[in-house]
């Protein structure tokens, strides 16, 4: 019997195939039906602007929207985030390092650490 996936393995599982599937469209994907190869085609500036604009709205919908709404908003921001990496060449890798690097610290403790500009 194989027993089902928690949230974050779910979640791990439908990143690995979205990835995998903006890096076959950037490789071979066709503009003409492809919202990511056409995306992807624009450049970084293009990207960032969904980033901006699918964050707002994910915002919005933390504030006064629906719990399924919200969710369907964090979907939009985490594909165009994907997008957005995949079109700038930084790799999964990378975030996942500054992540972990960042684990044990305190977001205040490292607020209040750093230098003055
Ligand atoms: N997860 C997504 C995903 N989320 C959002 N979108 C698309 O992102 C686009 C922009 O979303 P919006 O809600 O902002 O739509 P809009 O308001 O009409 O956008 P604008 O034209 O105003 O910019 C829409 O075309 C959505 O369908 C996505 N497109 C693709 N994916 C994934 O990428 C895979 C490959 O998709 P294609 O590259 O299109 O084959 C899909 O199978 C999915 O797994």
Partial sequence: MTTPLGPLARLAAALEHLSG???????????GTSWTARLLA???DAAAAKIAEEGN??????????????AS?????IYHLMVGLRARGVPLDAVAAKLE??????????KASRKPE
């Fill in 73 to 77: 908003e964090a979907a939009d921001v």
């Fill in 57 to 70: 709205e994910l915002a919005e919908a933390v504030i006064r929207e629906s719990d399924d709404n919200v």
């Fill in 101 to 110: 690097a960042r684990q044990g610290t305190s977001g205040i403790a490292e």
């Fill in 42 to 44: 624009k450049g970084p």
């Fill in 21 to 31: 599937t903006i890096d076959a469209r950037a490789l071979e994907g066709d503009a």
